[in-house]
């Protein structure tokens, strides 16, 4: 297996303490995350090769992200040094019947203003077998959607791996665009969908007589959905659509499902109760899912329930990364969830 190489927009994280309010007391806990870059972050730590791909500006903010992901053991080597900012978003961290709040601060960031022709191919997909991008970084500007769906038609040129997990941020797409209309060309291009119920919807343009705001829709809705994302694109191996029932902000109950157009595989449920931070599950799910696909090959269950367990596993953990490792994720599959002391 060669590399994984992800792209878009490492953030710094502004997060209030535990769960108060947006300065209730005095100060915010800055950490660095983002879709992508979690994503390789993830994977490094479960123990793949990984190089994750943007542009920071060369100040000192640009080097404490670089640092950050070198600690999980990313390549960082094809990041460009250009730009003025990094992008920025700031976290209230919800409780019970109160919801967690996201503000972001990303305009004029240096990957927003980031040419496809900054970016020399050869050397991004250098030894790349996998190739992971999300409907994110498409949506924060118009040069930035550009770049996304450059860098996936460059992948497959090279006939590396093409994943996405449509990641739909309705307060990104403000620039002109709308999400069906670019990410139905990018898509194109994906032999891996990552989503949930409202991204397929949102992001795509599937008409479903599914409700996106229920908390469960039933997995014949869900089976649905994945048909219908199937059929609209022929070239796409298969999609993956997390479950997620939001009993509460501390409760959730977890799951996911993987149609590969010849199975449809539902995968182990889990009750997360008393999450500690849930923003980055979605990117523990991907991180999961590929190391699953890379590592079991053509057990696509096995790495559907690899997936699930490490972003049940991620929900426990504060900041954007999963910090869990192989170990620790196959353990969980066992059965081992009871959280008593190992030692």
């Known amino acids: ?121 050869d050397v991004v997909f250098k030894d790349a077998t996998w190739f992971h991008i999300t409907g994110i970084t498409p949506a924060i500007s118009a040069l930035s959607s550009e770049l996304s769906l450059e860098a996936v038609k460059e992948a497959k040129k090279r006939g590396v791996t093409v994943s996405c997990d449509l990641n739909y941020r309705k307060k990104l797409w403000n620039y002109g665009k709308t999400a069906p209309e670019v990410m139905n060309e990018l898509v194109k291009y994906v032999d891996i969908a990552i989503a949930n119920e409202e991204d397929c919807q949102k992001c795509l343009g599937i008409e479903s007589e599914a409700d996106v705001t229920k908390a469960d829709l039933g997995t014949d809705r869900y089976k649905e959905i994945s048909n219908l994302v199937l059929k609209q694109f022929p070239n796409m191996k298969k999609i993956a659509i997390t479950m997620r029932e939001s009993h509460s902000a501390d409760h959730n109950s977890w799951s996911a499902i993987i149609n590969n157009r010849e199975n449809f595989y539902i995968s182990t449920k889990y009750e997360i109760k008393n999450i500690i931070d849930r923003v980055g599950g979605g990117d523990s799910f991907a991180a999961g899912l590929i190391y699953g696909l890379t590592t079991f090959e053509t057990d696509d269950n096995k790495a559907l329930n690899f997936a699930v367990a490490t972003s049940c596993l991620k929900h ?19 059965g081992d969830g009871s959280g008593r002391v190992q030692r």
């Open 1 to 121: 297996m060669g590399t994984i190489v992800t792209m878009g927009e490492i953030m710094l994280r502004f997060k209030s303490p535990g769960n108060e309010r947006f300065f209730q007391s005095p100060m915010l806990e800055a950490t660095f995350g983002g879709g992508e870059s979690n994503v390789a972050a993830a994977l490094s730590l479960l123990g793949k090769s990984t190089a994750f791909v943007s542009a920071l500006p060369s100040n000192p903010i640009g080097d404490g992200a670089i640092t950050a992901l070198r600690a999980r053991g990313v390549d960082t080597s094809r990041i460009l040094r250009q730009g003025d900012r990094v992008g920025t978003y700031y976290l209230e961290t919800g409780a019970n019947q109160r919801p967690s709040a996201v503000v972001y601060d990303r305009a004029n960031s240096s990957i927003s203003e980031a040419k496809p022709s900054d970016f020399d191919w």
């Open 316 to 334: 426990s953990i504060p900041g954007d990364v999963a910090l869990v490792t192989e170990n620790e994720v196959l353990n969980l599959l066992k």
